[in-house]
Antibody
Framework: QLQLQESGPGLVKPSETLSLTCTVS??????????WGWIRQPPGKGLEWIVN???????HYNASLKSRATVSVDTSENQFSLKLNSVSAADTAIYYC????????????WGQGTLVTVSS | EIVMTQSPAILSVSPGERATLSCRAS??????LAWYQQRPGQAPRLLMY???TRATAFPARFSGSGSGTEFTLTISSLQSEDFAVYYC?????????FGGGTKVEIK
């Protein structure tokens, strides 16, 4: 059974870097059939797609984040990570890691989500 | 960027009644549309993809239809566990975009 679990600090100061890791069990992130990535949801609001990536290196970012986001993979730990730099209060959200359906389309598995608050 | 617009924002329905949710895309997306259900305090769950293919975890009372720019999610007879927020999402091109959601609440 596929499971995804987010981890990382729950509080980040403005202008600093948000760093989150997603640990995957029940599948390998080397699986070339699937994209992996991140989606966020400000408290009480809707969903915003951040990034999709294939193990092969193909990556798609949401341009609205203005190149602040970077995703990386650690195959030895079966993890992938998100870094978002120069954060502000607008980046306060629940961050979900996800596995996407074939072709990077829909999301067929979600992590439980982790709340990250940007505040001094 | 393709803008997804959902209506209504809030839908008040009695248990056992039918609920009809709408999603409109700002551009042609064929059937490259997914629906998600999100219960309070939980992550979203994939409900429908390809506009009308139901995910295995969901019962047949959920159905999806539409193509092009207009889509509908129908819940034929609302059960207590169906009261939630529903999001549509297009995946015809990047960036992937979601609608603002429809909250289905108990009338």
């Amino acid at each position: 059974q596929l499971q995804l679990q987010e981890s990382g600090p729950g509080l980040v100061k403005p202008s600093e870097t948000l760093s989150l890791t997603c640990t995957v069990s029940g599948d390998s992130i080397n699986n070339t059939n699937y994209y992996w990535g991140w989606i966020r949801q400000p408290p009480g609001k809707g969903l915003e797609w951040i990034v999709n990536m294939l193990y092969s290196g193909t990556t798609h970012y949401n341009a609205s984040l203005k190149s602040r986001a970077t995703v990386s993979v650690d195959t030895s730990e079966n993890q992938f990570s998100l870094k978002l730099n120069s954060v502000s209060a607008a980046d306060t959200a629940i961050y979900y890691c996800a596995r996407y359906c074939s072709g990077g389309s829909c999301v067929d598995h979600w992590g439980q989500g982790t709340l990250v608050t940007v505040s001094s | 960027e393709i803008v997804m617009t959902q209506s209504p924002a809030i839908l008040s329905v009695s248990p056992g009644e039918r609920a009809t949710l709408s999603c409109r895309a700002s551009q042609f997306i064929s059937t490259n549309l997914a629906w998600y259900q999100q219960r309070p305090g939980q992550a979203p769950r994939l409900l429908m993809y390809g506009a009308s293919t139901r995910a295995t975890a969901f019962p047949a009372r959920f159905s999806g239809s539409g193509s092009g720019t207009e889509f509908t999610l129908t819940i034929s007879s609302l059960q207590s566990e169906d009261f939630a927020v529903y999001y549509c999402q297009q995946y015809v091109n990047w960036p992937l975009t979601f609608g603002g959601g429809t909250k289905v609440e108990i009338k």
